[in-house]
């Protein structure tokens, strides 16, 4: 009976162990770096790397599964390589207000750094 109870239980340990590694590996929080002294565009994920400069960029809305969320990626390839910037948005009220939270703390400031207009709710 403890050498079933040994396996078991190594089988869960491993299972925890692989749950844990996909999360260290994948869903690491990847972080967008504006720099304006140099006008670029960085993307920190274990390393730092220049993905644009902010005359290539532009932003725009994706939409998936009746969910949408905020990119921005390079003009001319836009839809082939583009990078997420914001968590998944619904038409719920919660959903609003945390979209709304995101325009005025991250999108706007972000913007007004790189010169690009936006019309913004009066």
């Keep these: 009976m403890a050498e079933k109870a040994f396996i078991i239980a190594s089988v869960i ?13 994948f869903r690491v929080p990847v972080k967008y770096i504006f720099d304006k002294r140099e006008k670029c565009i ?3 994920l274990f390393i730092t790397t220049k993905i644009m400069s902010f005359d290539e960029m532009t932003y725009f809305i994706n939409e998936e599964s009746g ?6 990626g390079k003009k001319r390839n836009q839809f082939v390589k583009n990078y997420r910037i914001s968590n998944y ?3 719920s009220k919660a959903s609003r207000i945390r979209e709304d939270e995101f325009l005025e703390k991250i999108l706007y ?14």
Excluded: C, E, H, T
């Design 13 to 25: 340990w491993g299972v925890y162990m692989v749950y844990f590694l996909f999360d260290l590996i």
């Design 42 to 44: 960085y993307r920190k």
């Design 67 to 72: 969910a949408y969320y905020y990119v921005i």
């Design 89 to 91: 948005f619904s038409g």
């Design 109 to 122: 400031p972000v913007l007004d750094v790189m010169d690009i207009p936006i019309n913004r709710p009066q």
